[in-house]
């Protein structure tokens, strides 16, 4: 049986390497951006780049609010942030194989 708060912390930490995947993709679309030339691809990175600061931001709230959820009863997050989150990383994973295929 694990102890009572690693689960918090096991989704902060599935987060953070989230964000470090996107960070990693953002990396590679700019590079992809230099190599052909393709202003588009540059757009994929910034907004890859924008989306893993956004992740860890987000992660790093959650966290927190999660912490501090058993004292004040109320719930640690809402299903509409994780859904949104969700398919932005989709979205920017559907980028990366668009400019890997064209």
């Known amino acids: 049986m694990t102890p009572p708060g690693v689960q918090n912390e096991r989704t902060s930490l599935a987060w953070v390497r989230t964000a470090l995947g996107l960070v990693g993709c953002a990396l590679l679309a700019g590079r992809l951006a230099e190599v052909r030339h393709a202003p588009w691809a540059v757009a994929a990175a910034l907004a890859a780049a924008l989306l893993a600061c956004g992740v860890l931001g987000w992660s790093h709230d959650r966290?927190?609010?999660?912490?501090?959820?058993?004292?004040?009863?109320?719930?640690?997050?809402?299903?509409?942030?994780?859904?949104?989150?969700?398919?932005?990383?989709?979205?920017?994973?559907?980028?990366?194989?668009?400019?890997?295929?064209?």
Not at 70 to 94: E, Q
């Open 63 to 102: 966290y927190r609010r999660a912490a501090r959820a058993p004292v004040s009863h109320r719930p640690a997050d809402t299903a509409l942030s994780a859904l949104l989150l969700t398919l932005s990383v989709g979205l920017v994973g559907v980028l990366g194989l668009l400019l890997i295929t064209f």
